[in-house]
């Protein structure tokens, strides 16, 4: 099983994503973002047996999400906040992208300002709509492969 810890480089985002896909290692995580805590607290908020918590923390340390040390009989976890700017980053790159193209096609679109129907229109005005509607498929083509 690969591991990647703070010391490594970033882990991949779809091992990222991997460890944030269920609940109860959300719950943990959340958990954890208030400080480190030992398996055992860890599990006392979560409907599961403590064995499964353990292999859930398991995937998180493999993903490196999260790291743990052993003191005696108590283990404790903490966030590596390297991993979770991996997936943070991943969602912004995306965000940013959409907002750009949205951004583009309303400003397009608040340039359009035909109201009337088709059949009040004259020939050179459907003619207008329908090079107004090809801009608009066109715009929106521009959207995609941006």
């Known amino acids: ?13 779809d ?16 958990h954890l973002l208030d400080g480190p ?3 055992s607290e860890l599990a006392r908020p979560l409907a599961i047996s403590l064995p499964a ?11 490196g999400v999260v790291s743990s040390h052993k003191v005696g009989r108590v283990r404790t976890c903490e966030i590596e906040p390297l991993a979770l700017s991996t997936a943070e980053r991943w969602i912004s790159e995306r965000r940013a992208t959409w907002e750009a193209r949205l951004d583009r096609l309303g400003q397009f679109l ?5 109201e009337a129907g ?4 004259s020939k ?6 329908r090079s107004d509607e090809q801009q608009v498929s066109d715009a929106l083509d521009v959207c995609d492969r941006a």
């Open 1 to 13: 099983m690969l591991q990647y810890s703070s010391a490594q480089r970033k882990p991949p985002v």
């Open 15 to 30: 091992v990222v994503f991997h460890a944030l896909s269920d609940a109860n290692r959300r719950a943990m995580i959340d």
């Open 37 to 39: 805590a030992s398996v």
């Open 53 to 63: 918590v353990v292999q859930h923390l398991h995937v998180l340390e493999a993903s």
């Open 110 to 114: 608040a340039g359009d300002t035909h």
């Open 118 to 121: 088709p059949s009040t229109q």
């Open 124 to 129: 050179k005005a459907r003619s207008t709509r």
